[in-house]
């Protein structure tokens, strides 16, 4: 990497380490001629996903807005913020992985309720009530009892 002070070619590598949780390494650099230090950082180069919502409009995938929705929802339960970052983390590798540049927000909602209920029951129900936007509570003890069953049939994994 160039030298931005002396336009040097050839800057050294004079220190490298993780920064952050493996996503990240920070370099310190050092140009040979002129002395000047400078810091760089290298991270895994990722498509921007784009979430197609069901009015049919576009925008970009935002993990901070998924993560408030979810804040919301388990507001008041025993969830923690590193649990719903690892869902959240999860739910992005699986969206990076299946190499689509686009996701529909049913999906993408789809996706969080099969992560949540094994996190909470109730940040589940109030996830799914805003989700589908219940209008009957009819359609909220269908919801309740596909739970109850799903619980029984197939114990979660701790
Ligand atoms: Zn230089």
């Given at each position: ?14 220190e ?38 069901n ?72 996830f ?31």
């Open positions: 990497m160039k030298c931005s002070q002396c336009g040097c070619e050839d800057t050294k590598v004079i490298s380490r993780d920064a952050g949780d493996g996503q990240a390494i920070r370099r310190r650099r050092a140009c040979p001629d002129c002395g000047y230090r400078f810091t760089t950082y290298e991270r895994l180069e990722r498509p921007q996903l784009i979430v197609i919502k009015d049919g409009t576009r925008e970009l995938f935002n993990r901070d807005k998924l993560l408030a929705g979810l804040y919301r929802a388990c507001e008041k339960t025993s969830v923690t913020n590193y649990q719903l970052e690892r869902l959240v983390a999860d739910i992005e590798q699986n969206l990076y992985a299946c190499g689509e540049p686009e996701i529909q927000t049913t999906k993408l909602g789809e996706m969080v309720m099969e992560r949540l209920p094994a996190l909470s029951e109730v940040a589940y129900v109030r799914a009530s805003v989700y589908r936007r219940f209008t009957d509570i009819a359609g909220f003890e269908r919801e309740l009892s596909q739970i109850k069953k799903r619980k029984t049939s197939e114990p979660l994994k701790a």
